[in-house]
């Protein structure tokens, strides 16, 4: 937890990972009509048994629903509304977070990035977290096509490409979904970059093959700032909020995702079956100490 850091938001939680810290506000879900209180056993049993009769957690529906609210209901005071697991309505509440309440059964959460307005902008631009390491457009350019064109030359691109050529030959694919990639515009940016430079080979590998087919691509990680929404648009990636990526994906979708810290595998898995998924390996956890 973190300081309040507006007015008006009394909860706000501030995340950090090695490129940026950020600040979130959390908001409660409450049931419109209360139930018989539960312990934890009878929760966990019960979702056990849903998950095991194959109910998925994610649905697009359930998720575009929610997107199509955030649009409109847009004025303070307006209700969000959302159904749960078990069919149960919850009320979603911005101001008075206390941790989460009733939504056991409920796999979408709500949460919103607080940023500060720049206030010499006249389009409004946000001040990113880390101000003082953030670089220029051309700086962040000069950056991703310097270190892409060695990706492009090193042996492991040249493996990666003849796996597509083996693995990916027969697919037909018209979109590139890349999640949780992280930033190119911020400090530590290898890992993004990487993941964006592979991104780009597979586009440019799908243009060859379908003889410069119209591919879509997207990226989602809501680390993003406005400096990477102009690179990435420069280098054909269009960046995307959440949840727009969760429903973008289909079946000839290419989807990458290394490290993300929400539940992509779960989220795929129960709504999509894209042509190919570039992830890491599911690895037993070593319970043993
Ligand atoms: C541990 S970092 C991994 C970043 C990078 N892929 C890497 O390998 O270093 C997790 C990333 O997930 C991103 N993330 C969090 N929520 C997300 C969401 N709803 N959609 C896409 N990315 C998300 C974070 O902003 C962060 O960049």
Redesign the pocket.
Known sequence: MGDDIDEGYETIMSST???SC?TWATIQGTLIEPREKETKEQVIAKIDTLYESGVPFFTKNAIRALSNQLKTKTTPGDKIITKDLTGASIEWKSLDWYGVQDTAYEPLSLSYRIRQLDPNSKTKETIPDNLEDTKDRETVAKDFLEKSQAWEESETCQRFKSILSSEVNGHDINKIVG?????LALPNNE??TN?TALLVTVRNWLKDRDQDADISCYI????NTSVDRKVLADIGFEMID?PR?WLEIDERSVVL??????PVKEIIADTARPAVVIWNRVEEEDTKS
């Open positions: 990972s090695s490129q950020t999640l949780a990639c992280g930033s890992n993004a993941q989602q990680d809501p680390m959440d990526g995702s290394v490290a993300p810290n929400v």
